[in-house]
Every structure is written in C-alpha cells, then in structure tokens.
C-alpha cells in the first residue's frame, strides 16, 4: 500500500525568457531494483530514453532538473510515490521530501512537463477519495478499463475493453474534486463502478494517476495499461516507435513426429491441411486491425521429403537408396558445451554433397504442394536443418552438411526462391548447438548469422537488455558473433496435432488444469504480456499443430468452425487484440526480424535523445541527436502531428498507428518544426 500526507502544488514560476529547449528522457523515480524495472519496461521497449534514480528509505538527492539552457527531463514517473513503512504514526509516507515533491512540481510547472504515478492511494494529491480500504481478495475480480482516452489518442487503446486485476491490488476511489480532477479509467461493479485512474490538471500542473499497482514481469495488464501513461506523459512524441509484430514459426516441415497422446501414433502434415491453413491466413488477416499483414514462417527440413519420397513405389532406387539415418543421438545436457574438435560423426560416409534428384522429391506430394509458388507464398520460410540432427555433440563435419544439404535442398524445390525467404538464418534443431563452437563455425562458413534461441533459457538471453538478443562468444559458446534472437515456447506441443493431446501434456508436464479452452486463457494471458510489452520474438509451433482436415471441430469467441490447434491459438490472440487496441499487428520474416534486433542494439550504442523546441507554452518543434552525432541504425521518432517536412527520412505510417520518421544521423543534429505546435 501507498500513502502519503498531503503535499502542495506551488504557485507556477515564471516560464524562462523567450524560447527554450526541454531534453525529452523521462525521469524515473523507483524504489530499487525491481520496482525500476516495472517502471522502465515500456519506456525501453518504445526505445524512449529514461534515467532512473533510485530512492531508499533514507532519502535521496534529486538530479539536476534544469539547466542554463531549459529542462533536463520531459517527463516525471514515480512508482508507488517511493513510499516506504515509517512505522508508528508516521506510517506510510513518500521517502521525497515535501520540498523534493515541491521541487518536482515547480518543474512541471516551469516547463511544461507531465508526471505520472501509480500504485496510489486516493487522496487530495489525486483528486479524489477511497472507496473502503483496497481490493481484492485472491480470486476475486474487478475489471479495470479504460473510460476516456481523449487526452493520449495515439494510444490506440480502446474504452469500455475490461482487462483483470487479479494479482494487482487496487483501490476503487470516486473523484473529489470536479474541478481539478478527470476520469480516465473504471473498475467493474463490486456494489457500483469505481474510479480508476485520472489525470489531474492543477492550475496547469499535469498529473495521471492509477489507482492500482503495476507489475509489467508477469501481469498482461500493467503492460497493456503502460501504454495510456507512455503516450500521455510523452504527448506522443517521442524518440522511440510502437510496433507488435506476431511471428509464428511451425518447425519440423516434412518430418514425421511422434505424438504424445495417444502414445505410440505418429502424423506428417497433409497437403489438404496445409491448403486449409494457406485459405485461412487470408481469413485471419481480414480480423485484424487495419495495416495489419500476418503470415506464418516455415522451418523445412528437406530429409524428410527424401524418406517420404523413398517410402513409395520404387522410390528407394529413384533416390539414390533413401535418406540420410543414423543411430539414435544421446542427449546431453540442456547447456552442454562441446570441446572444439570432439564428437562422433554420425552421418554415413556417403553422399558427401547433396544429390537427390527432383525425379526424387516429386515422389512427395508434400513437395508438390510446397513447390507451387501460390501455395509457397501465402508463408515465409527459413531453414531447420536438413534431418534435424541434435547438436549440442554433433561434429563439424556433420553440422556443415545439416546446413549444405538443405541449401542446396531449398534451391532444387524452389523454396529459396519464394517471396519471403530467410537464407542468413536457422531453427537449430531443438534449440541446440548453441555451446558447440564447431557447430557454430560450420553454420557460419555457410552463410548462417543468426537463429532462434529459446526464452526459457536465462543463457540464452541478453542480460543488459531484454529488447537486444544475445550474442555468443567464445568463453562461453566455443565461437564469437552468432546472433541468438529470442523464440517464446508456447503450450501447442511440439508433439500434439489435436486439442486433447496439448491439453494432457499441459497436465502431465507442467500442472496444467482443465480442458482445452482454460490451456487457450492461459496462453492469451501470456502471449498479450509478451505483445504489449511490444517484444518482437517468434512464437514456436510445429509440424503436427497443423493437423485440420479431420479435426473437430472447435469454438472461439463463440464462432464454431474447424480448426487445428495453431489456428485456435492465432484466432484466440488476434481477437483479444483487436478487442483491447486499434493497432495493426505486423508479422516479419525470419531475417527482417533479425536485422530489426540488430539495428535496435546499433541506434541503443548512439544514446540518442530528442530535445524538444518550447515557446510560448507550446512545442514547436524536435531535434534529435546522439553521440558525435552519428548514428549507423536510423533512429525512429514518432509524431503525433506531421513534421513541416520529413527531410527525405524514410517514413511508416501503418494503420491507426502514429507516424513514425527513421532519422539518419550522418554528423549533425536534425531539426523537425511540427505543422501544428503542442500546447503544454
């Protein structure tokens, strides 16, 4: 719980002389470590530059807020209003001082900036008065949504969307001052509907205020309500961009997998499934927002196309005697890391380079289908290896064929050829090789720099920032520069192709509970955390998730119809999407997303900022700059309103999303004047 005594807004000071410039990085005001990462999260997913200070119970000393030239930061968040147990009578209280809020508040004033807080208590400082001591109880729901998002429209958040606040503690408030105080948000009945938020407007001194607690580590709703605060506290105008890209990778193509249950039967997907799910990605693109453009990506293993191929007629002596096998691989552990040079090659001596023939693969009418370019361009694709050989112990010899086998395979079926191909990257089979130097220096002496790693796996991930990817070295992977972009798992088993085996693997492996649709609402809940916290990485389906011709059929959002399990899960996220935003969701190909990383990590090295031109309580204009002014990644910046002009920088404007201008800095700052200046 939040609270603190009742501190006053100062009389405003007179603005400096004639024009000034505001430096837009936010400030952040947290108690430690964590509670600065909730609070910071959104402002580093847009790539908004930010400077926290953290404030222990003792106290703090305030940065420098201003300087000869005008205003170090051009937004205030204080989380919890650094609010500490004094005990006694004190109780709680803010561990600022009531000069230090002073201080802050004669800022806003001064220069026309915002502040946000949240996790507080209503009170005089908000506008408004509590509703009983908090809520809620485990179990206990109260939906919060937003009323009026007149204020922060490039939001693109929608009224009336009710999101849970179990977990979250909240306190229903009802507005006390009228004057000074509007709603901007509701809790759902209890007895009546509450107030959940405002924004308050103190003889022009600017606040929003939620009445509830954040945590964005594992709540979908802090990271969807994240974005009111970040669009009102910037004015929409930032150094940074929004952008939700849905990425769904299906591995395994042309193999056969073994099922979970019922155990002991297998599935290789059908070209009538295939055609199903290629007629539906133009149905579920018509459900999204507008600017919308999603398609699957395809991992193709192209042995399995040979073994289909030499399993019929006489196609073990059209094939050259059928496809590569060899024993069983033991497993080693999860994070293995293979001595450089060891190992036992575990392909057969012979063929030494691909040399099936196209006589061969067109024994597989999986093939054919892929082969046929309307068919192959309705997906993206990207290799997987060419048997799907384990390599955390596999050699070089062998990992150097696993890559040239499936080139030289995707460019004789003409998948290399398709519309979105992805020819630097990789799915490493079961997200392994990763430790072993050899297997990294082969994938990169064909062509390979980067590949999908797996987020369950802390090793695996950046550990400075959670939007960069990770980068292996030789310490701890045997080889420097491979670029390791994130993948989340889902609970669409790699082994499952009906509703009933993924929800009984979900019970038996990791405590799930219920049936089909309760595995869907878990997974909703996590896959909006993951896209409103605007993380760009894939989702991981497989081959057997595609199974729909002889399927039953199912339900979602009330709409009946057949569908396999990854369509069940697309539909599930992109309706409760739709239903929350007006923003478009974009898929990328393997390679498109890789670079997207990479260039992140390139313009973060800059330390860009954005300065805003003030003048008469209004922006009139930005200047974006960086060290040395020289930047090798454009930097984006987003407009709520158009720039005079956009200077040659090349521009997005998709959908109901802002605009956005990707500024090359080449020595020299670059100035926007805005078409329509901001009032403070």
Same mark, same amino acid.
């Given at each position: ?40 999260? %959104? ?7 930010? +400077? ?54 004669? !800022? ?16 005089? #400082? ?50 006390? #001052?009228?004057?000074? *105080? ?33 945590? +964005? ?13 970040? +669009? ?7 150094? %940074? ?40 990605? *133009? ?21 399995? #196309? ?8 006489? %196609? ?15 497993? *080693? ?20 380079? !691909? ?29 997987? *290896? ?19 086998? #499936? ?86 088993? !790699? ?155 090349? +521009? ?29």
């Amino acid at each position: 719980m939040s609270v603190s005594s009742s501190l006053v807004s100062p009389t405003a000071p007179a603005a400096p002389t004639g024009s000034f410039t505001v430096d837009s990085s936010v400030l952040v005001l947290a108690r430690d470590d964590s509670s600065a990462k909730v609070a910071t999260s %959104g402002l580093n997913a847009y790539g908004i530059p930010f +400077t926290t200070v953290l404030v222990p119970q003792s106290g703090v000393t305030l940065p420098e807020l201003s300087s000869s030239s005008g205003g170090n930061f051009g937004g205030i968040v204080v989380a919890s209003e650094v609010s500490y147990d004094y005990g006694g009578i004190q109780g709680f209280q803010s561990a600022l001082t009531t000069d230090q809020w002073n201080q802050l508040y004669s !800022y806003q004033l001064e220069y026309g900036v915002r502040m946000v807080q949240y996790d507080v208590f209503p009170g005089p #400082n908000y506008g408004a008065s509590a509703i009983g001591s908090g809520c809620c109880d485990n179990g206990v729901e109260q939906e919060f949504s937003f009323t009026n998002i007149d204020d922060f429209p490039t939001s693109g958040l929608k009224t009336g969307a009710g999101v849970s606040t179990q977990g979250l503690w909240h306190y229903p408030a009802t507005i006390s #001052n009228t004057t000074t *105080t509007k709603e901007i948000a509701q809790f759902a009945a209890n007895s009546s509907t509450s107030t959940a938020a405002v924004i308050n407007d103190f003889d022009g001194r600017q606040q929003m205020a939620f009445f509830i607690s954040f945590d +964005t580590t594992w709540s979908p709703t802090s990271n969807y309500l994240q974005h009111a605060w970040i +669009t009102w506290l910037t004015r929409g105008l930032y150094a %940074g961009y929004r952008r939700v890209n849905l990425n769904t990778q299906i591995d395994d193509m042309f193999l056969e997998s073994d099922i979970y249950h019922p155990n002991g039967t297998t599935f290789r997907i059908r070209t009538g499934d295939l055609a199903a799910t290629a007629s539906w990605v *133009t149905e579920i693109n018509s459900k999204m927002n507008p600017g919308s453009e999603y398609f699957p990506e395809v991992g193709h293993n192209g042995n399995g #196309n040979i073994e289909a191929a030499s399993e019929t007629g006489n %196609g073990e002596a059209i094939c050259n005697g059928g496809a590569i096998e060899y024993p069983e691989v033991p497993d *080693t552990p999860l994070e293995f890391k293979k001595p450089l040079g060891t190992g036992t090659d575990r392909w057969p001596s012979t063929p030494t380079a !691909y040399d099936w023939t196209t006589q061969c693969t067109d024994l597989d009418a999986l093939k054919i289908w892929w082969a046929t370019p309307e068919n192959r361009d309705k997906f993206a694709h990207i290799s997987h *290896t060419f048997t799907h050989l384990e390599q955390n112990n596999a050699t070089y010899s062998d990992v150097y064929k696993e890559i040239s086998f #499936n080139i030289a395979w995707l460019d004789q079926v003409g998948i290399s050829s398709a519309k979105r191909f992805t020819a630097n990257g990789i799915i490493p089979p079961a997200i392994t090789g990763l430790h072993n130097g050899d297997a990294l220096r082969a994938w990169s002496e064909n062509g390979i720099t980067n590949c999908v790693g797996d987020n369950t796996r802390p090793v695996l991930l950046n550990q400075q920032n959670e939007m960069h990817p990770y980068i292996t070295t030789v310490e701890a992977d045997g080889f420097a520069g491979m670029q390791v972009n994130g993948r989340w798992a889902t609970r669409i088993y !790699y082994n499952c192709d009906t509703p009933e085996c993924t929800t009984q693997e979900w019970i038996d492996t990791s405590a799930g509970s219920g049936d089909f649709y309760d595995l869907l609402a878990v997974e909703k809940a996590d896959t909006m955390r993951h896209l409103f916290g605007l993380h760009h990485d894939p989702y991981m389906f497989h081959q057997a998730n595609l199974r729909q011709t002889d399927v039953q059929d199912i339900t979602i959002n009330g709409v009946t119809a057949k569908l396999s399990i990854f369509q069940a899960w697309v539909e599930t996220m992109v309706q409760e999407f739709v239903r929350l935003v007006n923003w478009p969701l974009i898929s990328l190909k393997h390679s498109d997303m890789s670079d997207s990383f990479a260039a992140r990590v390139a313009r973060d090295a800059c330390k860009y900022s954005l300065n805003w031109a003030a003048n008469n309580k209004q922006i009139t204009g930005v200047t974006v700059s960086a060290n040395g002014n020289t930047c090798n990644s454009p930097i984006p910046v987003t407009f709520p309103v158009d720039p005079t002009s956009t200077q040659g920088f090349r +521009t997005e404007k998709i959908g109901n999303d802002p605009l956005t201008v990707w500024v090359q800095l080449s020595g020299t700052p670059v100035t926007f004047t805005l078409s329509t200046p901001i009032a403070f």
